[in-house]
Nanobody, 126 residues
Framework: QVQLVESGGGLVQAGGSLRLSCAAS????????VGWFRQAAGKEREFVAT????????DYADSVKGRFTISRDNAKNTVYLQMNSLQPEDTAVYYC???????????????????WGQGTQVTVSS
């Protein structure tokens, strides 16, 4: 079992930055691929970014590529999502998810992930 807790959300003006954290507890975190997803009001949950177990591989949705950076510190059991140049369309609840144990590198499909956090709200004002 893996427990995930997101933090770092809030209200920011367009063009600003936020860093989300996803703290994990439970089983060995380095065995798990981690993804960030988001869900805006009235919309389906969508993929944002994913990172491999050792942090060596990552993948991003086209909408955030070049603006968001996913990273992890397995010693701290934490994955981060640095979000720069935020825009109003980035407003959503952001969720982290962990999948595994696994040998795959990264995963975009939300239904593959075993464990989910409760989400953190990000609101970008224009």
């Amino acid at each position: 079992q893996v427990q995930l807790v997101e933090s770092g959300g809030g209200l920011v003006q367009a063009g600003g930055s936020l860093r989300l954290s996803c703290a994990a507890s439970g089983r060995t975190f380095s065995y798990y691929v981690v993804g960030w997803f988001r869900q805006a009001a009235g919309k389906e949950r969508e993929f944002v970014a994913t990172i491999s177990r050792n942090g060596g591989s990552s993948d991003y949705a086209d909408s955030v590529k070049g603006r968001f950076t996913i990273s992890r510190d397995n010693a701290k059991n934490t994955v981060y999502l640095q979000m720069n140049s935020l825009q109003p369309e980035d407003t959503a609840v952001y969720y982290c998810a962990a999948g595994g144990p696994t040998t795959i590198a990264t995963m975009r499909r939300s239904n593959w992930y075993n464990y989910w956090g409760q989400g953190t709200q990000v609101t970008v004002s224009s």
